[in-house]
């Protein structure tokens, strides 16, 4: 499936340059790249902090307090290159979001290149598929409205292309917080506390089921974790994500 997926995505009307380096060739993001910048790094498995030790599963943190999330899965660090290809992907100055699903394409070929040499990775990505629902982090209606667009649900739509169960309409941000990045993670939890509700008319929905979260990148989790625990709260059984990049 990933074989087909990959091949899919190299053989799709994308630019002819590489993302990343610009040389000109077939693919959205070349060989070279991949090679050089996407390779597999092992992982906590909840929070998706990369860990030197290849024996260990979970890393601290999460042994210590716990985690919402099942599991969490990245592709990449949120570092060179990738994170000046999502600021591109997340931010268009000139107000065109015309190249965003080419860039979300972009994304999805590297997330299906490391899961070719990962196989938590590869393995998180044919359980996604087999979720009763996939569903791209939400945005507060205000900052979708400025930005035009969810970038999550474009990297999930190109993560999963033709997926029947990939849902809008089951998680809501209701709460428009200010850009966390840069705080520490008690800051943001405490910023982002009831920041998601499961979407009234559809909460039914979510009892007793799994779900996929999906977004492009997290720094320490703290938006999965409340996506995730207002998930929860409406009766989800299972509550996995899977992410382009981590930061750490």
């Known amino acids: ?44 498995s909840t929070c998706a902090l990369p860990l030197i030790d290849t024996a260990q599963k979970r890393c601290g943190a999460c042994l210590t307090l716990g985690s919402e999330l099942d599991s969490c899965h990245a592709a990449v660090d949120y570092a060179y290159p990738w994170d000046a290809l999502l600021q591109r992907f997340k931010y268009s100055d000139s107000g065109d979001l015309s190249a965003q699903p080419a860039l979300a394409k972009r994304l999805a070929l590297v997330m299906h290149h490391t899961a070719g040499q990962n196989q938590n990775l590869a393995q998180a990505l044919r359980d996604a598929q087999r979720s009763d629902w996939i569903i791209p982090v939400a945005l507060h209606p205000e900052r979708q409205l400025e930005r035009g667009f969810n970038q999550a649900n474009a990297f999930a739509q190109a993560l999963f292309p033709n997926h029947p169960h990939i849902r809008n309409d089951l998680l809501l941000r209701i709460k428009n917080t200010a850009v966390q990045a840069t705080l520490p993670r008690d800051t943001r939890i405490h910023n982002l506390r009831g920041a998601f509700i499961a979407a009234p008319l ?27 625990q207002a998930l929860r709260q409406a009766g989800a059984h299972q509550v996995h994500a899977i992410v382009f990049a981590r930061a750490s």
Do not use: N, Y
């Open 1 to 44: 499936m990933l074989t087909t997926l990959l091949s899919s995505l190299k053989s799709a009307s994308l630019p002819s340059s590489c993302g990343v380096c610009a040389a000109f060739g077939r693919s959205a993001v070349c060989e070279d790249c991949l090679e050089q910048f996407a390779k597999p790094r092992h992982r906590c």
């Open 202 to 228: 559809t909460a039914h929905l979510l009892k007793g089921i799994r779900v996929t979260l999906v977004d492009d990148v997290t720094t320490t989790t703290a938006t999965l974790s409340a996506a995730a």
